[in-house]
T-cell receptor, first 114, second 110 residues
Framework: GAGVSQSPSNKVTEKGKDVELRCDPI?????LYWYRQSLGQGLEFLIY????????KSGLPSDRFSAERTGGSVSTLTIQRTQQEDSAVYLC????????????FGEGSRLTVL | AQRVTQPEKLLSVFKGAPVELKCNYS??????LFWYVQYSRQRLQLLLR??SRESIKGFTADLNKGETSFHLKKPFAQEEDSAMYYC????????????FGDGTTLTVKP
């Protein structure tokens, strides 16, 4: 079966441009997470969606970052006016239930801001 | 608040030596604990969960509620065990949100 799919796998952009990263979770999974992983660093939590509940945005580093999840499925992470420090791998994960248990991760979107 | 602490950012052992990756947690309730692994150029994936009480790739982890720990152990490390390991907690507060530790990079030297 299909796993979590992320696109693009690689994105190179210029400082100041906006970027959108997409995540297709496993069908039927109610929970969806976005994380950021900088080179050699651990996971940095960004945002958590659970069903129809208000998302937990507590990890978003600035108001340049936003995310949406349409129809309880696909999610888009948007970074406005990108900065060089935004360069990282952005990981998406989904999980089947309210108590999320095992998370299933995508392969990530590698963002490079020049 | 739920919190996961992995005190070692880097851990290096020789092949054949025992290895223990430490994980401590803070949670008021009955959490589920997990270990995830990320091999080079591969996606992050589940290694094992405490409720399964199983051994995966020779690794085991026992939940110690008294010490609030969930250390990952393997008696004889192999070079292919070199990877990034994350401890994670899932509870029924915070809308079921999972919390990850900062990760430990394990290097097994030949």
């Amino acid at each position: 079966g299909a796993g979590v799919s992320q696109s693009p796998s690689n994105k190179v952009t210029e400082k100041g441009k906006d970027v959108e990263l997409r995540c297709d979770p496993i069908s039927g999974h109610t929970a969806l997470y976005w994380y950021r992983q900088s080179l050699g660093q651990g996971l940095e939590f960004l945002i958590y969606f659970q069903g129809n509940s208000a998302p937990d945005k507590s990890g978003l580093p600035s108001d340049r970052f936003s995310a949406e999840r349409t129809g309880g499925s696909v999610s888009t992470l948007t970074i406005q006016r990108t900065q060089q420090e935004d360069s990282a791998v952005y990981l998406c994960a989904s999980a089947p239930g309210r108590r999320t248990g095992e998370l299933f991760f995508g392969e990530g979107s590698r963002l490079t801001v020049l | 608040a739920q919190r996961v602490t992995q005190p070692e950012k880097l851990l290096s052992v020789f092949k054949g030596a025992p290895v223990e990756l430490k994980c401590n947690y803070s949670y008021s309730g009955s959490p589920e604990l997990f270990w995830y692994v990320q091999y080079s150029r591969q996606r992050l994936q589940l290694l094992l969960r405490h409720i399964s009480r199983e051994s995966i790739k020779g690794f085991t982890a026992d939940l110690n509620k008294g010490e609030t720990s969930f250390h990952l152990k393997k008696p004889f490390a192999q070079e292919e065990d070199s990877a990034m390991y994350y401890c994670a907690l899932s509870g029924n507060t915070n809308a079921g949100k999972s919390t990850f530790g900062d990760g430990t990079t394990l290097t097994v030297k030949p």
